[in-house]
T-cell receptor
């Protein structure tokens, strides 16, 4: 069945460091791909998405490129801020069920 | 800009008790969802409603029932709570269940069953 694998956290960085959170998926066809972010005590919010191969989603300085050949959708940011501290979820949209499949989430902690 | 509102935010239940989590959205969305979030397991879909008047099971429906009361409201009921249902529950909605539609989440309901 469809599945997604994210790198385990927590990821601990100093402010202004470069961030990469890896995400790979197994799915039928070419699913749309999403990154959601969950700030402490809140629900999930859409961060960015890409709907076809080679698309790059971007928002708030974060980027992720849909890599069909490696079935990956890694999240990157060039310079993180303390306010980016949150849990990040990679979520492909299952071709079979039309439902999002969430990864286990990666906690990011950014220190001043 | 309320979006998706769910109540209660926190609840403690005894094993065997029943309760209903309420959810309402003000975005005129057709599709609504209930997820649970457990440590190390991401979010798992419990039930969803593609449109008013329809409901379908998700990945983990056992022990739950849902009601799509109208287009705005989608409730989740635990008839006889069990400790395994201790979790954070999220209601969500989207304009439709078509591929690529953004899903909007509520702030979560923390449920503890003792």
């Amino acid at each position: 069945g469809d599945s997604v694998t994210q790198m385990e956290g927590p990821v601990t960085l100093s402010e202004e460091a470069f961030l990469t959170i890896n995400c790979t998926y197994t799915a039928t066809g070419y699913p749309s791909l999403f990154w959601y972010v969950q700030y402490p005590g809140e629900g999930l919010q859409l961060l960015l998405k890409a709907t076809k191969a080679d698309d790059k989603g971007s928002n708030k300085g974060f980027e992720a490129t849909y890599r069909k050949e490696t079935t990956s959708f890694h999240l990157e940011k060039g310079s993180v801020q303390v306010s980016d501290s949150a849990v990040y979820f990679c979520a492909p949209l299952s071709y079979n069920t039309d439902k999002l499949i969430f990864g286990t989430g990666t906690r990011l902690q950014v220190f001043p | 800009n309320a979006g998706v509102t769910q109540t209660p935010k926190f609840q403690v239940l005894k094993t065997g008790q029943s309760m209903t989590l309420q959810c309402a959205q003000d975005m005129n969305h057709n599709s609504m969802y209930w997820y649970r979030q457990d440590p190390g397991m991401g979010l798992r879909l419990i039930y969803y409603s593609a449109s008013e008047g329809t409901t379908d099971k998700g990945e983990v429906p056992n022990g739950y029932n849902v009601s799509r009361l109208n287009k705005r409201e989608f409730s989740l009921r635990l008839e006889s709570a069990a400790p395994s249902q201790t979790s954070v529950y999220f209601c969500a909605s989207s304009a439709s269940n078509l591929r690529g539609d953004t899903i909007y989440f509520g702030e979560g309901s923390w449920l503890t069953v003792v």
